[in-house]
């Protein structure tokens, strides 16, 4: 669905962002896509829209160059930015203005997910509050039915309640054709929704793996003392002792802590790593 090959781009001569950074994305998952501040996720989003345009290297969606931005691409993929504008009128007008730009657009679907986020239909859109937007343009884009979604920190600004209903719409709208890619630095509201990890640092993408496959190859727990963990590739001091990941001798796949799973990729060593 998604291949970047040998992406280069940099915003200012001499800083590279990517670097023959290399990505393929397939239709039927959902990618939580996780860096750090600045490591590039926004304008790897960017580059998959067509907003951005590699400097060498080719971002393809659907066999689609992004940056051609023909009009088939455009309306099979709906992003989702971090920072939006949304014009002064009513939801009903907004639906007609920029519905008819996507084919597959379901106004049934549409009202379900404003229901579910418990947005009023009938209020303007510039009095909403941001995560009330947010919620607009969540629903906006799940309902496009396009094939590719992306999703930039979509559920910063959702408040407790709206994050479980976050992965539940979104759970809800994932089928074989879709490719969803979701950035976020809030890894704990993605629980139990993604399906592959994808890291970027360092002006390439480090890790990709789907859950399941971390998951059978290693553990994540917590222990009062080291020494209670055998086989431990990556230890975190935690407020009851430590987080630890061990190697899964037993291979039943078990619970994912991505966090800890996050910060023991990007250590220097890359030991994770040399266990997939
Ligand atoms: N329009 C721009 N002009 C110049 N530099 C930019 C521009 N947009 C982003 N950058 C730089 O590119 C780098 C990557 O930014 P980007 O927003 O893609 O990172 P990010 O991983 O999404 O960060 P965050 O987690 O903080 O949102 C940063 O160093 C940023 O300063």
Known sequence: MITIQNLHFHYKKG????????????????????GKNGAGKSSLLKQIAGLLFPRLGTCKVMGYESRLRQ???????????EEF??????????????????????EKAFQQYLD???VPRNQKLTEMSYGQKKKVIISFGLATNTKCLI???????????????????IAAAV??????????????????????????????????????TVTERLSFRSVKQLEDAENVVFSES???????????????????????????VLEPSGRINQLF
């Open 15 to 34: 800083r590279p962002l990517f670097e023959g950074l290399n990505l393929e994305l397939e239709a039927g998952h959902v990618y939580g896509l996780l």
């Open 71 to 81: 009009p088939s691409f455009l309306s099979n993929l709906f992003l989702v930015p």
């Open 85 to 106: 504008y949304l014009p002064q009128v009513s939801i009903d007008r907004y639906v007609k203005t920029y519905a008819p730009f996507y084919p597959n657009f379901d």
């Open 116 to 118: 579910e986020f418990q």
């Open 151 to 169: 999703m930039d920190e979509p559920t910063n600004g959702l408040d407790i309640p709206s994050k479980s209903q976050f992965r539940k719409v």
């Open 175 to 212: 089928n074989e054709e879709k490719c969803i890619v979701i950035s976020t630095h809030q890894v704990r509201d993605l629980d139990n929704l993604i399906d592959n990890i994808v890291v970027i640092d360092n002006h390439k993408i480090i890790f990709k793996q789907d859950v399941e």
């Open 238 to 264: 935690s407020v009851l002792g430590h987080a630890v990941i061990t190697e899964n001798a037993g291979g039943t796949p078990g619970r994912l802590d991505m966090e800890l799973l996050f910060n023991a």
